[in-house]
């Protein structure tokens, strides 16, 4: 099993381009996550979806857009970037809904907007 | 304020030391809590969760004081693989009960 994987590793934005972080994973998971990180501060939740079909506002979805493609994929899209957006981004899986179910985490995408 | 603090560190232990971290939430209906272990530019990975009665797996002990709004981390007979950021992790009401994380502890055990 890969777990969760994201693609890409990398990307370097111009301010106002739009790209999509893509997510999978093979773990048969309801349940699935977008994080990003900044310098100093803890991984903020942006959107998840408790589990395929549905999709819900995280803490700092501003800026974001989410597709649950199906139940593997759940894709993240910047529609228009900022250099406020420059982190390293997470996706994240879990079997249930619930705080109690163990997260399993991608290993992230570093992006930088200039 | 924050709502998941912790004192960013680092802490620079040598091997065989005991270390302990602490973090406080200030929300206090949350209901849920963790330690995250996060190797330099990885992911993030479950490390334990934390049980009112307090629990230990191997090394590693964890406490909650509900009382006083804060979780701890002891780390015994420290091995230099344990060197990595420990996130305290803790559920909120906002956002669904959903985990808050926070922003980290950084451990260096050197030899």
């Known amino acids: 099993n890969a777990g969760v994987t994201q693609t890409p590793k990398f990307q370097v934005l111009k301010t106002g381009q739009s790209m999509t972080l893509q997510c999978a994973q093979d773990?048969?998971?309801?349940?699935m996550y977008w994080y990003r990180q900044d310098p100093g501060m803890g991984l903020r939740l942006i959107y998840y979806?408790?589990?395929?079909?549905?999709?819900d506002k995280g803490e700092v979805p501003n800026g974001y857009n989410v597709s649950r493609l199906n139940k593997r994929e759940f894709s993240l899209r910047l529609e228009s970037a900022a250099p406020s957006q420059t982190s390293v981004y997470f996706c994240?899986?879990?079997?249930?809904?619930?705080?109690?179910?163990?997260?399993?985490f991608g290993p992230g995408t570093r992006l930088t907007v200039t | 304020r924050k709502e998941v603090e912790q004192d960013p560190g680092p802490f620079n232990v040598p091997e065989g030391a005991t270390v302990a971290f602490n973090c406080t939430y200030s929300?206090?209906?949350?209901?849920?809590f963790f330690w995250y272990r996060q190797d330099c530019r990885k992911e993030p990975k479950l490390l334990m969760s934390?049980?009112?009665s307090g629990n230990e797996d191997g090394r590693f002990t964890a406490q909650l004081n509900r009382a006083s709004q804060y979780i701890s981390l002891l780390i015994r007979d420290s091995k230099l693989s344990d060197s990595a950021t420990y996130l305290c992790?803790?559920?909120?009401?906002?956002?669904?009960?959903?985990?808050?994380f926070g922003a980290g502890t950084i451990l260096r055990v050197k030899s």
């Open positions: 994240a899986s879990s079997e249930g809904a619930g705080e109690n179910w163990e997260k399993y």
């Open positions: 773990m048969n998971h309801n349940s």
């Open positions: 979806s408790a589990s395929e079909g549905t999709t």
């Open positions: 929300n206090s209906a949350s209901q849920s």
């Open positions: 934390v049980y009112s």
């Open positions: 992790v803790v559920t909120s009401e906002e956002y669904g009960n959903k985990l808050v």
